[in-house]
């Protein structure tokens, strides 16, 4: 079972106002004798506990809670010893230095057996691809690497999709695969690669209107994809009876999806930008003067350089030997411009050779960023996109507080299988 943030916080403060409530009481006099011991465990159990909540694997969150325990267990033995001599009188335990040396140790151990279980993982995962195909709980992240046994045969359903239009042979097709099995990354590249389209979503049910999906390009795995998502989203909502969906990427992100307005409504996290210089070999190579302004999303490895003039955009012919060659270390170039009629607010095209194709004819993913960079620029908040590529796409934003909402449609193409 998915536990929401907001559990998990609710939960953690419940267990902290317990854990206050115990600690300010007087420990019976039968338990003296084990004093230490039962502070070495309870903070073995508490790092246990908040590393399962929060941290999983991951060494900064882990050390994060080694931290805000330890200065939580000095916390309680100054408040024992000031309470005491606020009621004049010892109602309960008082400061004692050799408590949290035990506190300490118990947050030591379970570091020990964390970093052994870490380890031990680390090398299970390694080590899968030579064990046989296993059963998988689909109510679980898919983080191991499974195997297809020689001379089993596994049907995938595959459809193409156009994205971000209503006519077939426009917009950005994907390609969605929804095995019943869990494929081995390596497999999943393959399949990317075969099919040729900018993104390959695959999916994994984990209830019904709640799944895995992870993207993958010809060339890698990425953790994000808009029309990718929303080529699924259609999928979904075509083939079964629900009208909300939630993803899961491997980042364990949630990108919520609904119907609404006649179109198909994502709605994704919101990143910032900011400044960069860009060399002058980048916009050579894209044939572009000047730039208006150029800055960086960070999350997206994207560099996003605005252009004077929006017919600017469609005349573009970059030579994308050029570019791979005059940056490295990005995913992709976006190029951008304030739209010269009112249908549209903003026009766009992205250029990605260094981690797909080299470019995605209708971009959703992007706006994670752009939608709020023409949104303080525009001063409102619901956009409407052109990507004015050669198949071109249209979507309609929204900006949020801590989100994107992209409203868009899509179109199926193509129902097959395959065969591996």
């Known amino acids: 079972m998915k536990i929401s ?42 790092a246990a506990f908040l590393n399962l909540l ?47 040396y035990a506190n300490g140790t118990g947050l030591m151990l ?5 970093m052994v279980i870490a380890g031990l993982s680390y090398a299970f995962k390694r080590g899968k691809s030579s064990m046989p195909a296993t059963q998988v709980n689909l109510a679980q992240p898919i983080v191991t690497e499974p195997v297809i046994v020689a001379g089993e045969t596994q049907t995938i359903p595959t459809y193409f999709v156009d994205s971000f239009t209503n006519k077939q042979f426009h ?6 695969c929804m095995p019943a099995e869990e494929l081995p990354d390596s497999l999943m590249q393959q399949l990317a690669a075969e099919i040729g389209f900018s993104e390959t979503a695959f999916l994994k049910q984990i209830t019904p209107g709640q799944y895995h999906i992870r993207f993958f390009t010809p060339k890698q795995e ?12 259609k999928i979904i909502f075509d083939n079964t009876t629900v009208d909300q969906i939630s993803f899961f990427n491997r980042e364990n992100v949630e990108l919520k999806i609904r119907k609404a307005e006649g179109k198909i409504v994502m709605q994704f996290p919101l990143y910032e930008t900011e400044p960069i210089k860009v060399p002058q ?33 469609g005349k573009l012919a970059p030579d994308f030997s050029a570019l791979l060659k005059s940056y490295t270390g990005i995913n992709g170039v976006l190029v951008t411009a304030r739209s010269a009629d009112d249908k549209y607010d903003f026009h766009y095209r992205y250029f990605w050779p260094w981690a797909g194709t080299n470019e995605d004819p209708v971009t959703g993913g992007v706006q994670t960023f752009l939608t709020k960079y023409w949104a303080d620029k525009l001063r409102k908040t619901r956009l409407k996109a052109f990507q004015s590529s050669t198949r071109t796409g249209e979507m309609t934003t929204e900006l949020l507080e801590n989100s994107v909402l992209i409203y868009g449609e899509a179109i199926v193409v193509f129902e097959g299988k395959f065969n591996i």
């Open 5 to 46: 943030t907001g559990m998990k916080i609710c939960l953690v403060f419940v267990c902290l106002g317990l854990s206050v409530i115990g600690f300010m009481l007087k420990l019976p006099a039968r338990f003296s004798q084990i004093d230490k011991e039962l502070h070495t465990a309870f903070y073995f159990v508490a």
């Open 54 to 100: 929060f941290a999983k694997r991951n060494l900064f969150k882990h050390a994060i809670i080694f931290a805000l325990l330890l200065l939580f267990s000095v916390a309680i033995e100054y408040a024992q010893e000031y309470s005491n001599h606020f009621f004049h009188r010892r109602i309960h335990g008082r400061y004692d230095i050799e408590d949290i």
């Open 110 to 114: 379970f570091s020990i057996v964390w």
């Open 171 to 176: 917009g950005n097709p994907a390609a969605v």
């Open 222 to 233: 990425i953790p994000l994809c808009g029309h990718a998502t929303l080529a699924s989203a």
């Open 281 to 313: 070999a980048v916009l050579q190579a894209l044939g572009i003067d000047a730039a208006v302004e150029t800055r960086f999303s960070i999350n997206n490895k994207i560099i996003l350089l605005e252009i004077s003039e929006a017919p600017l955009l």
